[in-house]
C-alpha cells in the first residue's frame, strides 16, 4: 500500500485522484500554480505545495519542482491525472530512478505508443487492424504524392507526434496535396517540436469507438467494454457514451479482442485506452493508444460499476486484475461542461463564477472542481465539470441528461450547457445515427432575445 501520492495535476481530475486515496486510506499531496490556489483539489489534499507561477511550462509541466513537492512531503507514488506530464516518458523515467512509483505505464511502454509510426509498426506486428497507409514517415511531398496515389484519395495527413487535431490534414485530391502538407509540417513543427508526418487513407462517415482496457503487472490484460466519441468538434471530443448505439455484440468481441491483443504487445501495465475508427460496414482500425487514464473514463466507471482510478492504484501497487472483460450493464452518457462561448464558435470565456448549481438526482454524477466564486484562469483547458447521467436504456439516458442539464445553473461566464441540451434534442443524436463529421452539420440556434 503507498502511503502518500502526490497528484501532478490539477482541476478536477486531481480531486477525483484525490477522493479515491481518501477512500483507499492513501494520504494525498496537490501541486498547484498561483492562479489554482483556491481549487478544490488544494483544499481537499492532505497537503498542498505551490510548484510556479500559472504558465503551465513554469508548474504543471515543471518536472524539478514537482519532483522537489515529492521530495519535501516524501510522496511515495506519483499520479499524473491526463494532460500535462500524463504520457511523458521522461518523467515515468524519472520517477522510477527516483525510486518513486508512476502511477501509469513504463517510460518503454509510452514511447512504444506515443510516436504514432511506431505504434502503428507494433500494432502491424501483433495483427491489430490498421488503416492503409504509408509504412513509416514520409520523405517529401513527392514521396506523399506517390502514396496518396496508391491508396487512393481522400487521404489523412498526420503528424508522427501529434494529438489535439494538430498536425492533421484531409486531403481529396492531387492539386491540394501540397499546400496540404506544408501547413501540416509547419504546424507540427511549431507544436510538438517534431515535423514528420505519415499518410493513412482517410475513413469516410466513421465512428470513434474507443476501448478502455487494463493491463497488471504480471502479463495479465482485460477490456472493460467500449465509449462512442463520434461526437467532436476539431478533433476534440463533446460527448461520450457507452455502450455505443453503433455496436454489436459481435463487434464487440471483435475489438475487445483486438485492443487485448495491442496492449499485450507492449505487455501493458495500468489503464489505458485503445482508439479505433469503426467505418460504416463495421469495419475496424487501430487510430493510436491512450497510456494513461482519460476524461471519459467515468463512463465506463458508471456502466461497470468499478472505481478505474482505484484499479490504476491496486495495479501499481502489484496486484493482479481478475483478467475478467466486461460489458455494459447499464447506458451512460457524459457532457463535458467547457467555460466557452457556444454561440460564438466556442470561444474561452474565463471569469469568475457568481452563481453555481449542479443537478442531483439518481444516476446523475458531477465532477467538478469549481463553486460559486471561483474564477476560471484563462491559461489551462476550458473544461469545468462533466455531467455524467446513466439509466437501463439510452432513451432513458437521454431524458435524464435533458432534465440534468435543466438543472445545471453557471452564472458569471458562458458554458457549452445551452449546446449540449440542443443536442439532446438532435433528431440524429437521438437515433444514434451520427459519425465524426456530425459539428459540421450541427447548427446551433440563438436563444430568443
Same mark, same amino acid.
Given at each position: 500500500?503507498?502511503?502518500?501520492?502526490?497528484?501532478?495535476?490539477?482541476?478536477?481530475?486531481?480531486?477525483?485522484?484525490?477522493? @479515491?486515496?481518501?477512500?483507499?486510506? &492513501?494520504?494525498?499531496?496537490?501541486?498547484?500554480?498561483?492562479?489554482?490556489?483556491?481549487?478544490?483539489?488544494?483544499?481537499?489534499?492532505?497537503?498542498?505545495?505551490?510548484?510556479?507561477?500559472?504558465?503551465?511550462?513554469?508548474?504543471?509541466?515543471?518536472?524539478?519542482?514537482?519532483?522537489?513537492?515529492?521530495? &519535501? @512531503?516524501?510522496?511515495?507514488? /506519483?499520479?499524473?491525472?491526463? $494532460?500535462?506530464?500524463?504520457?511523458?516518458?521522461?518523467?515515468?523515467?524519472?520517477?522510477?530512478?527516483?525510486?518513486?512509483?508512476?502511477?501509469?505505464?513504463?517510460?518503454?511502454?509510452?514511447?512504444?505508443?506515443?510516436?504514432? *509510426? =511506431?505504434?502503428?509498426? =507494433?500494432? /502491424?506486428?501483433?495483427?491489430?487492424?490498421?488503416?492503409?497507409?504509408?509504412? $513509416?514517415?514520409?520523405?517529401?511531398?513527392?514521396?506523399?504524392?506517390? /502514396?496518396?496515389?496508391?491508396?487512393?484519395?481522400?487521404?489523412?495527413?498526420?503528424?508522427?507526434?501529434? $494529438?489535439?487535431?494538430?498536425?492533421?490534414?484531409?486531403?481529396?485530391?492531387?492539386?491540394?496535396?501540397?499546400? #496540404?502538407?506544408?501547413?501540416?509540417?509547419?504546424?507540427?513543427?511549431?507544436?510538438?517540436?517534431?515535423?514528420?508526418?505519415?499518410?493513412?487513407?482517410? /475513413?469516410?462517415?466513421?465512428?470513434?469507438?474507443?476501448?478502455?482496457?487494463?493491463?497488471?503487472?504480471?502479463?495479465?490484460?482485460?477490456?472493460?467494454?467500449?465509449?462512442?466519441?463520434?461526437?467532436?468538434?476539431?478533433?476534440?471530443?463533446?460527448?461520450?457514451?457507452?455502450?455505443?448505439?453503433?455496436?454489436?455484440?459481435?463487434?464487440?468481441?471483435?475489438?475487445?479482442?483486438?485492443? &487485448?491483443?495491442?496492449?499485450?504487445?507492449?505487455?501493458?501495465?495500468? +489503464?489505458?485506452?485503445?482508439?479505433?475508427?469503426?467505418?460504416?460496414?463495421?469495419?475496424?482500425?487501430?487510430?493510436?493508444? #491512450?497510456?494513461?487514464?482519460?476524461?471519459?473514463?467515468? *463512463?465506463?466507471?458508471?456502466?461497470?460499476?468499478?472505481?478505474?482510478?482505484?484499479?490504476?492504484?491496486?495495479?501499481?501497487?502489484?496486484?493482479?486484475?481478475?483478467?475478467?472483460?466486461? &460489458?455494459?450493464?447499464?447506458?451512460?452518457?457524459?457532457?463535458?461542461?467547457?467555460?466557452?462561448?457556444?454561440?460564438?464558435?466556442?470561444?474561452?470565456?474565463?471569469?469568475?463564477?457568481?452563481?453555481?448549481?449542479?443537478?442531483?438526482?439518481? $444516476?446523475?454524477? *458531477?465532477?467538478?472542481? +469549481?463553486?460559486?466564486?471561483?474564477?476560471?484562469?484563462?491559461?489551462?483547458?476550458?473544461?469545468?465539470?462533466?455531467?455524467?447521467?446513466?439509466?437501463? @436504456?439510452?432513451?432513458?439516458?437521454?431524458?435524464?441528461?435533458?432534465?440534468?442539464?435543466?438543472?445545471?445553473?453557471?452564472?458569471?461566464?458562458? @458554458?457549452?450547457?445551452?449546446?449540449?441540451?440542443?443536442?439532446?434534442? #438532435?433528431?440524429?443524436?437521438?437515433?444514434?445515427?451520427?459519425?465524426?463529421?456530425?459539428?459540421?452539420?450541427?447548427?446551433?440556434?440563438?436563444?430568443?432575445?
Amino acid at each position: 500500500m503507498f502511503n502518500k501520492i502526490l497528484i501532478a495535476n490539477r482541476g478536477e481530475i486531481a480531486l477525483r485522484v484525490i477522493r @479515491t486515496c481518501k477512500e483507499m486510506g &492513501i494520504k494525498t499531496v496537490a501541486v498547484y500554480s498561483t492562479a489554482d490556489k483556491e481549487s478544490l483539489h488544494v483544499r481537499f489534499a492532505d497537503e498542498a505545495v505551490c510548484i510556479g507561477p500559472a504558465q503551465s511550462n513554469l508548474s504543471y509541466l515543471n518536472i524539478p519542482k514537482i519532483m522537489a513537492a515529492v521530495e &519535501i @512531503t516524501n510522496a511515495d507514488a /506519483i499520479h499524473p491525472g491526463y $494532460g500535462f506530464l500524463a504520457e511523458n516518458a521522461d518523467f515515468a523515467e524519472i520517477c522510477t530512478e527516483y525510486g518513486i512509483k508512476f502511477i501509469g505505464p513504463t517510460a518503454e511502454q509510452m514511447r512504444l505508443m506515443g510516436d504514432k *509510426v =511506431t505504434a502503428k509498426e =507494433t500494432m /502491424i506486428k501483433a495483427k491489430v487492424p490498421c488503416i492503409p497507409g504509408s509504412e $513509416g514517415l514520409v520523405d517529401d511531398v513527392k514521396a506523399g504524392l506517390e /502514396i496518396a496515389d496508391k491508396i487512393k484519395y481522400p487521404v489523412m495527413i498526420k503528424a508522427t507526434a501529434g $494529438g489535439g487535431g494538430k498536425g492533421m490534414r484531409v486531403v481529396h485530391n492531387k492539386e491540394e496535396f501540397e499546400k #496540404n502538407w506544408n501547413s501540416a509540417q509547419m504546424e507540427a513543427k511549431a507544436s510538438f517540436g517534431n515535423d514528420g508526418l505519415y499518410i493513412e487513407k482517410f /475513413i469516410e462517415e466513421p465512428r470513434h469507438i474507443e476501448i478502455q482496457v487494463i493491463g497488471d503487472q504480471h502479463g495479465k490484460v482485460a477490456h472493460l467494454s467500449e465509449r462512442d466519441c463520434s461526437i467532436q468538434r476539431r478533433h476534440q471530443k463533446l460527448v461520450e457514451e457507452s455502450p455505443s448505439p453503433f455496436m454489436t455484440t459481435r463487434l464487440r468481441d471483435k475489438m475487445g479482442k483486438a485492443a &487485448i491483443k495491442a496492449a499485450k504487445a507492449i505487455n501493458y501495465e495500468g +489503464v489505458g485506452t485503445i482508439e479505433f475508427l469503426v467505418d460504416k460496414n463495421r469495419n475496424f482500425y487501430f487510430m493510436e493508444m #491512450n497510456t494513461r487514464i482519460q476524461v471519459e473514463h467515468t *463512463v465506463t466507471e458508471e456502466v461497470i460499476d468499478h472505481d478505474l482510478i482505484k484499479e490504476q492504484i491496486k495495479v501499481a501497487m502489484g496486484e493482479k486484475i481478475s483478467g475478467k472483460n466486461f &460489458i455494459p450493464l447499464l447506458h451512460a452518457i457524459e457532457c463535458r461542461i467547457n467555460a466557452e462561448d457556444p454561440f460564438n464558435n466556442f470561444r474561452p470565456s474565463p471569469g469568475t463564477i457568481t452563481g453555481f448549481h449542479s443537478p442531483k438526482g439518481q $444516476g446523475v454524477r *458531477v465532477d467538478t472542481h +469549481v463553486y460559486a466564486g471561483y474564477v476560471i484562469p484563462p491559461y489551462y483547458d476550458s473544461m469545468i465539470a462533466k455531467l455524467i447521467c446513466k439509466a437501463q @436504456t439510452r432513451e432513458e439516458c437521454i431524458r435524464k441528461m435533458k432534465r440534468a442539464l435543466d438543472e445545471f445553473i453557471v452564472e458569471g461566464v458562458k @458554458t457549452t450547457v445551452p449546446f449540449h441540451m440542443q443536442l439532446m434534442e #438532435n433528431e440524429a443524436f437521438v437515433s444514434g445515427k451520427f459519425d465524426t463529421s456530425f459539428m459540421e452539420d450541427f447548427k446551433l440556434e440563438e436563444p430568443a432575445g
